[in-house]
């Protein structure tokens, strides 16, 4: 499993409802399944992803995040968790407000789009970064937002969202060792993890 | 649901089965129907495979779809040309595996293919019920489709499974007896037909009551409404394909013939296709049978019937783990009309998966070869039981 995805996992309480939006193949649900007994569910857009997922003895439903989340009751979750997926959410606020709705916690985790390489990429090449956390280019890039660490600090701030806890960690896309980064994460982390709490 | 029974490309089968009668009513205590009037007696058709184990809880109820009969998997005889209408699904190391699980199939009542229909005879008459024979819903096959799983001594199925109308059933089973229920699994389904569904229906039903041979419904000894009932069937295939798979099977090719004919002949490869799937229909299927059949279908409304109206009131009463699987060249019973009862089920707080399948066949692509399909149903059924400690062959 990605070093990010075990960070998040270490965050799960055993025993809890989980709710994973853009679950992929359901690789943190099976693991947070296996080991902390969780009770959880996916949501995931792509068939062939969704299919692996309920193959695999997961619960899922294929679908569309902002749609399917709607359908749960309020606090039905503990946590919902979106993995890697907020690059390509079209309403961030309204998607994080849904989350908080059905859960009393969430979890969010994005690659640092101000990482010192993609600075110096940009400064030194004068092109749009292309890493190995955000592969793509300008023109097949599913990615239509760029996140730094500190910009989503200030956002969760204009929601009046609380963040419970965060780390930064540097690893690459799809490794499975990485570390934590405490010394200037806006510059030094490939990815952010934060947990949400319920809004004052 | 068309016809698509072929062998096994494996192999593998659950080999020889064979078809049971269970009866009930004999002495008058029958089944009261919805439409108010009492059957009695009732027979239900039914084939099993493989073993029911010691405890009872490894068994699946399949429930097959509008001309479907009780022959879900295996052969009759050694030398059967056909294999049950669900070879593919059912047998050993299949999805529904019959060397871990106990399969059972019955024919729905208002069939014609063993069990009580308007093909049976009257205990009033002696003569064939004809369209005297009470008008049945699909509440009422499932209340049947009860009391043979309570002669079996099963208290609750692991599993019930089906598409297209027997999905419906599956609905109906889980939302009617929540605690007989461990797992549904509706295929191609909906909770209620739409309004498209029921006008070709409707359309089918004209065709056969159009023909002056369908006498009323009473032509067991006159002769059978064949051309009638043949032009139904046409119709159902129609709704059961989809714009791709008729242009990808037929499109304009024109039938043993390399001009136009420039009369009524069949040109086209694709009248020709639905003559013969017409004509073959009317050698095993009864015209009274399809008439009640697809009106049982028509109607069939979960939210009516449970929820007053509401869907989410409906699923309230349900209890058991679901997987929706839907297709995408579904027409007939398109995609939203999944995502509406999966919505519901949400709302409920029920345990519930479901995929939309890309598939270009149209209605039928739950009766053809499909790994994902495979995948999905043999996945959630380890979890099932995992969940009822009956141990899946791989955990999570």
């Known amino acids: 499993m990605r070093f990010d995805l075990h960070v998040i996992a270490s965050w799960i309480e055993p025993g809890s409802k989980v709710l994973d939006l853009g679950c992929r193949t359901g690789s943190l649900l099976a693991h947070l399944t296996k080991e902390k007994s969780i009770r959880g569910t996916g949501v995931e857009i792509d068939e062939g992803h969704a299919g692996e997922a309920i193959a695999k003895g997961l619960s899922v439903i294929h679908g569309?995040?902002?749609?399917?989340?709607?359908?749960?009751?309020?606090?039905?979750?503990?946590?919902?968790?979106?993995?890697?997926?907020?690059m390509q959410v079209t309403d961030p606020e309204t998607l994080i407000r849904e989350m908080l709705r059905v859960g009393r916690l969430c979890v969010v985790s994005f690659p640092n789009f101000t990482h010192y390489r993609n600075r110096f990429q940009m400064f030194f090449t004068g092109r749009a970064p292309v890493s190995k956390e955000l592969p793509y280019q300008w023109y097949d890039t599913p990615n239509i937002r760029v996140i730094p660490?500190?910009?989503?600090?200030?956002?969760?701030?204009?929601?009046?969202?609380?963040?419970?806890?965060?780390?930064?960690?540097?690893?690459?896309?799809?490794?499975?060792?990485?570390?934590?980064?405490?010394?200037?994460?806006?510059?030094?982390?490939?990815?952010?993890?934060?947990?949400?709490?319920?809004?004052? | 649901m068309s016809e698509y029974i072929d062998h096994d490309k494996t192999g593998r089968s659950v080999g020889l089965v064979r078809k049971h009668a269970f009866t009930f009513g004999e002495s008058g205590q029958g089944m009261d129907?919805?439409?108010?009037?009492?059957?009695?007696?009732?027979?239900?058709?039914?084939?099993?495979?493989?073993?029911?184990?010691?405890?009872?809880?490894?068994?699946?109820?399949?429930?097959?779809?509008?001309?479907?009969?009780?022959?879900?998997?295996?052969?009759?005889?050694?030398?059967?040309?056909?294999?049950?209408?669900?070879?593919?699904?059912?047998?050993?190391?299949?999805?529904l595996d019959t060397d871990r699980f106990f399969i059972i199939c019955s024919n729905v009542i208002g069939g014609c293919m063993g069990s009580t229909g308007p093909v049976s005879p009257d205990p009033e008459t002696d003569r064939p019920y004809g369209a005297r024979f009470p008008v049945v819903t699909i509440g009422d096959m499932v209340r049947c489709q009860r009391r043979l799983v309570d002669h079996l001594g099963i208290d609750k199925l692991l599993a019930v499974v089906g598409g297209s109308v027997g999905g419906m059933q599956v609905l109906e089973w889980s939302v009617r007896y929540p605690e007989r229920v461990h797992a549904a699994i509706p295929l191609a389904t909906t909770?209620?037909?739409?309004?498209?569904?029921?006008?070709?229906?409707?359309?089918?039903?004209?065709?056969?009551?159009?023909?002056?041979?369908?006498?009323?419904?009473?032509?067991?000894?006159?002769?059978?409404?064949?051309?009638?009932?043949?032009?139904?069937?046409?119709?159902?295939h129609i709704t059961y394909l989809s714009d791709e798979s008729m242009r990808h099977k037929f499109d304009r090719r024109l039938q043993d013939r390399v001009e136009l004919s420039f009369d009524f002949e069949a040109d086209f490869q694709v009248e020709s296709y639905l003559r013969y799937q017409g004509n073959k229909f009317v050698e095993r299927?009864?015209?009274?049978?399809?008439?009640?059949?697809?009106?049982?279908?028509?109607?069939?409304?979960?939210?009516?019937?449970?929820?007053?109206?509401?869907?989410?009131?409906?699923?309230?009463?349900?209890?058991?783990?679901?997987?929706?699987?839907?297709?995408?060249?579904?027409?007939?019973?398109?995609?939203?009309?999944?995502?509406?009862?999966?919505?519901?089920?949400?709302?409920?707080?029920?345990?519930?998966?479901?995929?939309?399948?890309?598939?270009?066949?149209?209605?039928?692509?739950?009766?053809?070869?499909?790994?994902?399909?495979?995948?999905?149903?043999?996945?959630?059924?380890?979890?099932?039981?995992?969940?009822?400690?009956l141990g899946g062959d791989h955990a999570v």
């Open chain 1, 64 to 86: 569309d995040i902002y749609e399917e989340i709607e359908d749960y009751p309020d606090n039905t979750f503990d946590y919902v968790i979106l993995s890697q997926a907020l």
């Open chain 1, 149 to 200: 660490i500190i910009d989503f600090r200030r956002f969760c701030a204009g929601l009046h969202v609380p963040i419970v806890r965060e780390v930064a960690i540097s690893t690459h896309h799809h490794d499975e060792k990485g570390k934590v980064i405490t010394f200037l994460p806006n510059l030094f982390a490939t990815f952010g993890i934060f947990m949400l709490g319920q809004p004052s």
């Open chain 2, 33 to 95: 129907l919805d439409c108010g009037r009492t059957l009695a007696p009732v027979t239900l058709a039914f084939e099993t495979c493989g073993t029911l184990n010691e405890d009872k809880s490894n068994a699946i109820l399949v429930c097959h779809a509008l001309t479907g009969d009780s022959h879900v998997a295996g052969y009759y005889s050694e030398d059967d040309p056909k294999p049950g209408w669900w070879e593919l699904m059912v047998g050993p190391g299949k999805p």
């Open chain 2, 191 to 236: 909770t209620k037909h739409s309004a498209q569904a029921i006008a070709f229906n409707e359309v089918a039903r004209q065709a056969i009551m159009a023909d002056p041979t369908w006498n009323g419904g009473d032509y067991y000894e006159t002769g059978r409404p064949e051309h009638g009932l043949a032009v139904a069937r046409m119709i159902g």
């Open chain 2, 285 to 389: 299927f009864d015209a009274n049978s399809f008439l009640y059949l697809t009106k049982a279908a028509d109607y069939f409304n979960l939210e009516n019937h449970y929820g007053e109206g509401s869907l989410v009131a409906a699923f309230s009463r349900a209890s058991c783990k679901y997987l929706v699987i839907s297709f995408t060249s579904d027409w007939l019973y398109p995609t939203y009309q999944s995502r509406t009862m999966v919505k519901a089920m949400k709302k409920n707080g029920l345990d519930v998966s479901f995929c939309e399948i890309e598939a270009p066949w149209g209605h039928d692509a739950f009766l053809l070869p499909n790994e994902r399909l495979s995948g999905l149903i043999r996945g959630f059924l380890n979890r099932v039981c995992n969940g009822c400690g």
